[in-house]
């Protein structure tokens, strides 16, 4: 036997390295983005999937009932960082999540969406020389004033793979100087999260414990630091959201940002005569599916609602200048109005009239998003072997 022929064998003997992947959740957002990922994962023995938790969310409501919800496993790894300032969140991440890297040596972190997480954990891995797969990457709204857009384009500037949710992504990409060979349009997963949850979300009894009737409420959600960090702004939504309640009860699951912004402004007082209005805390995953599918309206700042009440085919207002998901306006339910009371009124009072916008569902939005991307992630194991 040549020396040669030894090696093959005793390389053939040994059992094949599996691919390391580190995926990373920090925030609320995360949760149900890389559910369906790390499931697909999961069926390939090739593949040694690891969860780990930033913590950037902490709260039972804003983390723990996620987990319950989704069946996501127990974090491998948690990192406990909690709130502060954007230097220090991002900060803190980056020291806990090196030593994670060196210890682990995973082979690519894989990291969703656009929180302070998400940049913090891409930039360790690339520093020590470990690709970066980046999902739902390419959204822009072109608005620098929001963290979020900062965290969007430095994460795809040092990415190896972009996963895209919409074409649209594709244009922004290629003007920021992105090879076109790591871009992959693969789907959404939030929407694989959706349509494997939807059933789940049909036997939650939040109707009944707030006492709706399906398709008789507007359901509300505001966090964007430019509606409710600013006084003046807040009271614009609010005074928009009194008229509307008096029509049609709204329900309200009000982010922990949210109420320490009304707490400190000085408005409970305000607020609590809206008696409409109705507030509850931060909601679980499957109780608020269940609210968004039967709401007659949806009123919000968020990014990920816009693109589930399109599948849902629930109208909804989204109140910014601006949104990074164009599909869910182009093809879906979505329309974004900016700041005005007057337009919020006028948007609502024009669905409870019956003459919301119809869309459709975008290409690609059909539960199967993780498993394209899990399928592109297996053929690259040959090139980082
Ligand atoms: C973050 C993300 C945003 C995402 C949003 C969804 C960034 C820059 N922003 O914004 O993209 O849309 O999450 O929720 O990453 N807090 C709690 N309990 C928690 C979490 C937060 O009380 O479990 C408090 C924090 O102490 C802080 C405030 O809520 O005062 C805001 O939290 P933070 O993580 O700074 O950002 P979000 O506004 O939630």
Known sequence: MTSNEKQVTSNQKRAPMPLKIANIVGARPNFMKIAPIIDEMKKHAEIEATLVHTGQHYDEKMSKLFFDDLGLPVPDVYLGIGSGGHGEQTGKVMIEFERIVQQNKPDIVLVVGDVNSTIACGLVAVKLGIKLAHVEAGLRSYDRGMPEEINRVLTDQISDYLFL???SAFINLEREGIAAEKIHFV???????????????????ILDDLKLESGKYGLITLHRPSNVDLKENLERIFYALF???RDIPLVFPVHPRTRKQIKQFGLEALVAQASNLIWTDPLGYLDFLKLMAHARLVITDSGGIQEETTVLGVPCITVRENTERPAT????????????????????????DGNGKKGGVPELWDGKAAERIVKILLEEKSILR
């Open 329 to 352: 306006v182009t093809e879906g339910t979505n329309l974004v109005i900016g700041m005005s009371p007057q337009r919020i009124i006028e948007e609502s009072y024009r669905i409870l």
């Open 187 to 205: 789907g959404n997963v939030m929407i694989d999260s959706l349509m494997k949850h939807r059933e789940a979300a049909e036997q939650s009894m």
């Open 243 to 245: 008229q509307l309640q």
């Open 165 to 167: 949710t919409e074409r």
